[in-house]
């Protein structure tokens, strides 16, 4: 390997190793742990992430990006509001019949309580998120609705609302609270977001 293709390596095998031991430990998680996972040493963390911390917002981006990459394949510009809502929604769904949603809720859970608990991680994690939520508001704003391009400000709006109903559902469904939820309920509930109240003003 090159360099270059060796720091990937590297880099992917801590990230792959953070999953595995956030998901199971959750605040415990042994940054020694991590290195040992990913047949490394602490100081490859340092190198590659610049500390613990540094390691878990990458985490947070590599764990998300590919869900919207998903998402704005699935999404053509020329879509609808409606219509993109919808395919969001069902994005959504589709995900909590991975044979891995458990594992996957288990380690999102494992997360927040990282950042319940570290008051340095908390602001990082929270931006991190942030940036990939602002991924769906770019996503849906513009988009036309009964005439009208929706702004950048209603896009906002919308997508932290979708964003809290869409994984609150998947929660339930994974969990077994709300295993009859099929894909159509799922759209029909995101769908039910677009409204005044809840775009707000232009």
């Known amino acids: 390997m090159t360099r270059a293709e060796a720091k990937e390596h590297n880099r992917r ?8 031991i956030v998901a199971r ?7 020694e742990e991590i290195a040992e996972q990913a ?4 100081g490859a963390v340092y190198s590659l992430f610049g500390s613990k911390n540094g390691l878990l917002v990458s985490l947070v981006t590599d764990y998300f990006g590919p869900h919207y990459d998903v998402i704005e394949q699935a ?10 809502v919808e395919v969001f929604a069902r994005h959504y769904r589709r995900l909590c019949d991975d044979p891995e949603a458990l594992r996957h809720l288990s380690f999102e859970i494992s997360l927040q309580d990282l950042a319940l608990r570290d008051p340095e991680l908390a602001p990082k994690l929270a931006a991190s ?7 769906l508001t770019t996503l849906l704003s513009g988009r036309p609705h009964h005439g009208n391009a929706l702004t950048p400000g209603q896009a906002q ?7 809290a109903l869409l994984v609150g559902l998947s ?3 994974i969990l077994g609270l709300a295993d009859t939820a099929p ?5 029909a509930a995101a769908r039910a977001l677009i409204t005044p109240d809840v775009l707000g003003p232009p």
């Open 13 to 20: 095998a801590l990230l792959e190793a953070a999953r595995l």
């Open 25 to 31: 430990d959750g605040h415990r998680a042994k940054l």
């Open 39 to 42: 047949e490394l040493t602490t």
């Open 75 to 84: 999404v053509p510009a020329d879509m609808g509001l409606i219509e993109a």
């Open 129 to 135: 998120v942030r940036a990939h939520e602002q991924r």
């Open 157 to 163: 709006r919308l997508a932290t609302a979708l964003r």
């Open 171 to 173: 929660q339930g469904v």
């Open 183 to 187: 894909a159509d309920y799922f759209a």
